[in-house]
């Protein structure tokens, strides 16, 4: 019998960011960026069965609403274990059996100190109106980044904060502000509707989880234009190329509207990555892109290109570029050469610094 819950308490206690189980193999926990193999007997098709009837029957007892996974190919949803933590699940088919991702999140909500986000990132919680994009690779931390900046807005000034998620990682409590919590199927249907729904619901604040496609994205820029902050993600790396998969989303003919739209409405994006340390740990590198006078005049004319120019030229006004910020934990010795070339956004220019190895 596998026993799951002796298997998420060992992820907690070893600080694994997520869990897997697969057939054919034994269970495995990622713990600093590498997968490392935990379980000693290879998983089998039912035992496969078995543990994803426990998470739903996990997901039933921390839930007003149980979901079913007779006839799932692939699903999302979260479950809380007491005194353990939140669990973010993926279960999906593969070769005919079942196999499951699981996401750890702890109860506490995440100290950006100790994580080493910037304090330009959660300066940028302070804007009131406007449109602030998290970006990254999946598993770059974006989610607990924008979780961060919530609590520094929740704790710091009143209003009302709305989030949209699939599914719902990090629970806030209310402090200053109220905070309206919502998981795409178990509380709406779409973050398409949700997203139309908050605009009636008074939002100060509004988190949209993933900018999926360019109706969401269609309201998400109405909503910055119309006064309220909105929070979101997109799976990207650099300001530039954000940028341009937002216009590339829409039609031709909107493209230029768009282009104005984002002109006016965006205020910073935000692009992350995840490296690991010589000590084993992981350590974030951000890009940083505040909007000002010559990047709104760059997004209108269609020049994004020049865009990672005024990035560099701008550290003054708390920009930075990804490979300033890489080459910058080089030089504090917390990284490899190899692992600053690896996660270079242009490479030639880290290797001038680091060499070619």
């Given amino acids: 019998m596998i026993d799951v819950m002796e298997i998420l308490r060992s992820a907690v206690e070893c600080e694994a960011s997520d869990v897997f189980f697969v057939a054919g193999a034994p269970y495995s926990f990622r713990i600093s960026g590498s997968i490392v193999t935990k379980g000693e007997a290879r998983l089998m098709p039912d035992d496969?069965?078995?543990i994803v009837e426990k998470f739903y029957e996990l997901q039933a007892q921390s839930s007003k609403e149980a979901l079913s996974f007779d006839g799932i190919r692939d699903a999302d949803f979260s479950f809380s274990v007491s005194r353990l933590g939140r669990f973010r699940a993926n279960v999906y088919k593969q070769r005919g059996s079942y196999a499951a991702v699981l996401r750890v999140v702890k109860f506490e909500l995440p100290d950006p100190?100790?994580?080493?986000?910037?304090?330009?990132?959660?300066?940028?919680?302070?804007?009131?109106?406007?449109?602030?994009?998290?970006t990254g690779a999946a598993g770059s931390g974006k989610s607990t980044t924008l979780a961060c900046m919530v609590d520094k807005i929740n704790s710091s000034r009143p209003g009302h904060i709305i989030t949209i998620e699939d599914p719902i990682e990090y629970v806030h409590a209310h402090?200053?502000?109220?905070?309206?919590?919502?998981?795409?199927?178990?509380?709406?249907?779409?973050?398409?509707?949700?997203?139309?729904?908050?605009?009636?619901?008074?939002?100060?604040?509004?988190l949209l989880g993933e900018m999926r496609d360019f109706e969401t994205i269609s309201v998400a820029l109405t909503a910055a234009e119309t006064g309220q902050l909105v929070l979101s993600t997109l799976h990207t790396i650099g300001a530039a190329h954000t940028i341009d998969r937002i216009i590339d989303v829409f039609p031709a003919g909107q493209q230029s509207q768009i282009r104005?739209?984002?002109?006016?409405?965006?205020?910073?994006?935000?692009?992350?990555?995840?490296?690991?340390?010589?000590?084993?740990?992981?350590?974030?590198?951000?890009?940083?892109?505040?909007m000002n006078n010559a990047v709104r005049n760059l997004i209108r004319e269609n020049k994004l290109h020049q865009i990672n120019n005024i990035i560099f030229s701008s550290s003054g006004e708390g920009m930075v570029t990804m490979d300033t910020s890489i080459l910058s934990l080089y030089d504090k010795g917390m990284i490899t050469p190899e692992t600053a070339r690896r996660y270079a956004a242009n490479y030639e220019t880290v290797v001038k610094h680091v060499g070619a190895g």
Avoid: H, W
């Fill in 48 to 50: 496969l069965t078995g």
């Fill in 113 to 134: 100190k100790a994580l080493n986000i910037s304090d330009v990132v959660m300066g940028l919680s302070d804007k009131n109106k406007g449109m602030i994009l998290i």
């Fill in 175 to 206: 402090k200053t502000s109220l905070v309206s919590q919502r998981e795409v199927v178990q509380d709406t249907d779409t973050y398409l509707s949700a997203l139309r729904a908050a605009l009636r619901q008074s939002p100060n604040v509004v």
């Fill in 260 to 290: 104005t739209q984002l002109s006016m409405c965006l205020e910073a994006v935000v692009s992350q990555q995840l490296l690991p340390t010589k000590d084993g740990k992981l350590m974030p590198a951000f890009e940083i892109m505040i």
